[in-house]
């Protein structure tokens, strides 16, 4: 089974820390995706990366940067946490590069309280 | 941006089928409707996709109408831990699922 991990279930910053959000997948595939899913707003995409060193902007990347260094690791970086991204992250993975349509694997989820 | 219509909430027994309804009115010809659910506390699931054909699998079927502005997933006996939330999304050319409100299946004894 694919496996993709987060590095926190449940996390608690103070505004103006640097953040980081690891994820791991374990099934060697291409594309990695950092969402946040707030109430009412549904999914929304932050960034996502079809390469090592590659990142795409998604529909909110405002305040976030991500690293991939290594294919199995995607990393979201908020770089001044403020309290409107009090929110849950989630990564999810898909196997072949650039077909970002392919099925997503989801990890369980990081829930970041800013104060 | 095409967006999908799904009613806010729906209740099933459990054994019977659910039938969940999506409008889409505003697809493209090239746009694929995708299914997901969430479990309270996990990441979305995977369920299944399709353009114009139906679609069955292992967790449930697809039904597209023929002009494309809705379709329906079946979980042909629904059991409790199908209780979830159910997303209908467009993938928009150039590689965004986008995911809306979802409908809030209760599956009940």
């Known amino acids: 089974d694919v496996k993709v991990t987060q590095s926190s279930r449940y996390l608690v910053k103070r505004t103006g820390e640097k953040v980081f959000l690891e994820c791991v997948q374990d099934m060697d595939h291409e594309n990695m995706f950092w969402y946040r899913q707030d109430p009412g707003l549904g999914l929304r995409l932050i960034y996502f990366s079809y390469d090592v060193k590659m990142k795409e902007k998604g529909d909110i990347p405002e305040g976030y940067s991500v690293s991939r260094e290594k294919k199995e690791r995607f990393s979201l970086i908020l770089e001044s946490a403020s309290t409107n991204q009090t929110s849950m992250y989630l990564c999810?993975?898909?196997?072949?590069?650039?077909?970002?349509?392919?099925?997503?694997?989801f990890g369980p989820g990081t829930r970041l309280t800013v104060t | 941006d095409a967006k999908t219509t799904q009613p806010p909430s729906m209740d099933c027994a459990e054994g019977r089928a659910a039938n969940l309804p999506c409008n889409h009115s505003?697809?493209?010809?090239?746009?694929?409707v995708y299914w997901y659910r969430q479990i309270h506390s996990q990441g979305p699931q995977y369920i299944i996709h399709?353009?114009?054909n139906n679609e069955t699998n292992e967790m449930a079927s697809l039904i597209i109408t023929e002009d494309r502005k809705s379709s329906t997933l079946i979980l042909p006996h629904a059991t409790l831990r199908d209780t979830a939330v159910y997303y209908c999304?467009?993938?928009?050319?150039?590689?965004?699922?986008?995911f809306g409100q979802g409908t809030e299946l209760s599956v009940k004894p």
């Open positions: 999810a993975s898909s196997p072949n590069r650039g077909r970002l349509e392919d099925e997503q694997y």
């Open positions: 399709g353009l114009k």
């Open positions: 505003t697809i493209s010809g090239n746009e694929y």
């Open positions: 999304i467009l993938y928009i050319q150039g590689g965004k699922l986008i």
